[in-house]
């Protein structure tokens, strides 16, 4: 069982801010990807930006979806099992249910419960 505690979702204006945070506890085995997810209403869920961190040397490996681009910055804090999401320049498609994501280094992939970011004036 993997556990998440997400938080930072709410409504947001646009050109706006927002930051989630994510801490996942629980039987995690080794972590080894992090990241966020969404879906928006009527739209598949999709990757929103993921981080993962080899090794000290390496440093962070990070994808961020087109649309995000330049806006969002994830940032991880491996030992405590947090990813942070910061969200500038929000735009009205921003809207959508975030998801906590993780996966191990078995391959096993996690999704918390979601919090929604709405934006809007």
């Known amino acids: 069982q993997v556990q998440f505690e997400e938080s930072g979702g709410g409504l947001g204006q646009p050109g706006g801010s927002l930051r989630l945070s994510c801490t996942a506890s629980?039987?995690?085995?080794?972590?080894?990807?992090m990241g966020w997810y969404r879906q928006a209403p009527g739209k598949q869920r999709e990757a929103v930006a993921t981080?993962?961190?080899?090794?000290?040397?390496?440093?962070?490996?990070?994808y961020y979806v087109d649309s995000v681009k330049g806006r969002f910055t994830i940032s991880r804090d491996n030992a405590e099992n947090t990813v942070q999401m910061q969200m500038d320049s929000l735009k009205p498609e921003d809207t959508a249910v975030y998801y906590c994501?993780?996966?191990?280094?078995?391959?096993?992939?996690?999704w918390g419960k979601g919090t929604l970011v709405t934006v809007s004036s």
């Open positions: 629980g039987n995690i085995y080794r972590l080894n990807v």
């Open positions: 994501y993780l996966k191990n280094f078995r391959g096993a992939e996690y």
């Open positions: 981080i993962k961190s080899p090794t000290v040397a390496i440093g962070d490996i990070t």
